[in-house]
């Protein structure tokens, strides 16, 4: 079983950074990891994509954050982060770290909450 762990969340004010991590646990000795990214969830809407990452730095972020968030992997380490720059309200939502590994074996973090108020 793989477990994605997400951490830094927290509420800022709008235009400030935030960096969140999601670092695998679990029994990662033998997995090939096939793709990690951040989704994110606001209140009443659905999940969706923020960004993705896959082999060979492959990266694809959603337009409302383009040019604000940039998924980072270092090399092949079980671990993702997400910088957040020039954040605005409606980044508001619970974030979340999922991993594909072997093609075809999903895992979701339990999320982590990011707020954006003034």
């Known amino acids: 079983q793989v477990r994605p762990v997400e951490s830094g969340g927290g509420l800022v004010q709008p235009g400030e950074s935030l960096r969140l991590s999601c670092v695998l646990s679990g029994s990662i000795g033998s997995i090939s990891i096939t793709s990690m990214a951040w989704y994110r969830q606001a209140p009443g809407k659905q999940r969706e994509l923020v960004a993705q990452?896959?082999?060979?730095?492959?990266?694809n972020t959603a337009d409302s954050v383009k040019g604000r968030f940039f998924i980072i992997r270092d090399g092949d380490k079980p671990k993702v982060d997400l910088q957040m720059d020039n954040l605005k309200v409606e980044d508001t939502a619970a974030y979340f770290c999922n991993v594909v590994v072997n093609y075809v074996d999903d895992y979701w973090g339990q999320g982590t909450q990011v707020t954006v108020s003034s």
């Open positions: 990452i896959r082999p060979h730095g492959i990266t």
